[in-house]
């Protein structure tokens, strides 16, 4: 069982940048594929970005690209999201989820995770 804990989120302005922090209680978090979701007001929960065991692996919604960023610390069991010149549409409950694989590998799915993280709120005002 792994347990995820999200932090970093707050009112921020539009335009500023916040890096949202997510620790992992795994005892192996090097075999954990590690992905950042966010669930706006009234929509689906949507894929941000995802990073492989290795960190080698990186994937980006499109919606992000050039904007945020993602990764990860394997010697403190943390991931990260870097987000830079927010924008109110990015005001969401941003999620962490984890899957254990063992093999270089990103998932884009929330079906692709068994492990999620009861979120950070990020809010961003114009």
């Known amino acids: 069982q792994v347990q995820l804990l999200e932090s970093g989120g707050r009112l921020v302005q539009a335009g500023d940048s916040l890096r949202l922090t997510c620790v992992a209680s795994?005892?192996?978090?090097?075999?954990?594929?590690m992905g950042w979701f966010r669930r706006a007001p009234g929509k689906e929960r949507d894929f941000v970005a995802g990073i492989s065991w290795s960190g080698d692996s990186i994937e980006y919604a499109d919606s992000v690209k050039g904007r945020f960023t993602i990764s990860r610390e394997h010697g403190e069991n943390k991931i990260y999201l870097h987000m830079n010149s927010l924008k109110p549409e990015h005001t969401a409950l941003y999620y962490c989820a984890a899957i254990e694989v063992g093999i270089e590998f990103v998932g884009n799915y929330t079906t692709s995770y068994d492990y999620w993280g009861q979120g950070t709120q990020v809010t961003v005002s114009s």
């Open positions: 795994a005892r192996t978090f090097g075999n954990y594929a």
